[in-house]
């Protein structure tokens, strides 16, 4: 079954401590992944793909095949990374499967 | 990326009526979808939103209670059918572009049952 699971609802963290929301999926296939977030009172707006290996807001992420894995990292988190993150996994009809998210909250 | 606008923004109804959602593109959109968020919880896909002809719902969403249309490549209607109180929830609305490798998300409707 195609699944996307994020094990942490929450994760609190100081101003310049790194970051790193856990992502794990099952699918049958090759994956496409992406991190989403959402900004308080924003929409909900794409922050990385797997696909281009870039960097955004200084978060990257790394497609582990063997660990099923696509965690979200920054090395220094900033009070205004604080939002609602889900990572998704994109099938093969295009319809994407969300994890259940993890709330960041970064203190000062 | 494509410009996506939601109506209306939220909105209150009472059990057993019904709320239809418009969903607007500001260009030609290759796929469209519907996804429920309830309160608390992660995104669900309703269904895709096919052009000129029926939607493609997801396990647990039937089109008695989540009709959609979709008359062009820029719009789509979703109707909450004999609202309950469990389907107060955020509906969004989003597209994928002709590259088909992005997903971008309407602002949302928060509907609430009373």
């Known amino acids: 079954a195609q699944r996307v699971t994020q094990p942490e609802k929450l994760l609190s963290v100081f101003k310049g401590a790194p970051v790193e929301l856990k992502c794990n999926y099952s699918?049958?296939?090759?994956?496409?992944l992406f991190w989403y977030v959402q900004y308080s009172r924003q929409r909900l707006q794409l922050l990385l793909r797997?696909?281009s290996r870039e960097s955004i807001k200084g978060f990257t992420a790394d497609l582990n095949k063997g660990e099923t894995s696509f965690h979200l990292k920054k090395p220094f988190a900033q009070e205004e990374d604080s939002a609602m993150y889900y990572c998704?996994?994109?099938?093969?009809?295009?319809?994407?499967?969300f994890g259940s998210g993890t709330r960041l909250l970064v203190r000062p | 990326s494509a410009v996506i606008s939601q109506k209306p923004s939220r909105d209150i109804c009472q059990r057993g009526t019904s709320l239809t959602i418009q969903c607007q593109v500001d260009?030609?959109?290759?796929?469209m979808f519907w996804y429920r968020q309830q309160p608390g919880q992660s995104l669900t896909l309703i269904a895709t939103a096919n052009q000129g002809s029926e939607a493609t719902y997801e396990s647990g969403f039937v089109i008695d209670k989540f009709p959609i249309s979709r008359p062009n490549l820029t719009f789509s209607t979703l109707t909450v059918s004999n609202l309950s109180p469990e389907d107060s929830s955020i509906y969004l609305c989003?597209?994928?572009?002709?590259?088909?490798?992005?997903?971008?998300f309407g602002p949302g409707t928060r509907l609430t049952v009373t």
């Open positions: 797997h696909i």
């Open positions: 260009s030609q959109v290759t796929m």
């Open positions: 989003s597209v994928t572009g002709t590259g088909l490798y992005e997903q971008y």
């Open positions: 998704a996994l994109k099938d093969s009809s295009y319809k994407l499967i």
């Open positions: 699918y049958s296939g090759s994956p496409e």
